[in-house]
Nanobody, 117 residues
Framework: QVELVESGGGSVQPGGSLRLTCAYFGREFAFFAMSWYRQVPGKQRELVAIISPGSSTNYADSVKDRFTITRDNSKSTVYLQMNNLKPEDTAVYYC???????????WGQGTQVTVSS
């Protein structure tokens, strides 16, 4: 069983920064690719960033050079550093743990990020 707990969301002005944290509770974190997704009402959930167990990363074009995903395998934690935030980054952000062995996905409860002046 896997549980994901996100934190770090909030309200910020355009150009500001936030750091999201996803704490993973379960076994064998090293077998999971970790991702951040986001969703706004009426739209599909979209991939923001993904990090492999070996820390290879990939980003949506809309967040490249502004967001950084990292993981600390010793703490079973994933981070999303978000800089130069824009109003269009406003969404609920979800942490996803993808089991590379079974292809099963576990989701966190989501954390709201609001970028507004």
């Amino acid at each position: 069983q896997v549980e994901l707990v996100e934190s770090g969301g909030g309200s910020v002005q355009p150009g500001g920064s936030l750091r999201l944290t996803c704490a993973y509770f379960g076994r064998e974190f090293a077998f999971f690719a970790m991702s951040w997704y986001r969703q706004v009402p009426g739209k599909q959930r979209e991939l923001v960033a993904i990090i492999s167990p070996g820390s290879s990363t990939n980003y949506a074009d809309s967040v490249k050079d502004r967001f950084t995903i990292t993981r600390d395998n010793s703490k079973s934690t994933v981070y999303l550093q978000m800089n130069n935030l824009k109003p269009e980054d406003t969404a609920v952000y979800y942490c996803d743990a993808h089991d590379l062995r079974t292809r099963y996905d576990y989701w966190g409860q989501g954390t709201q990020v609001t970028v507004s002046s």
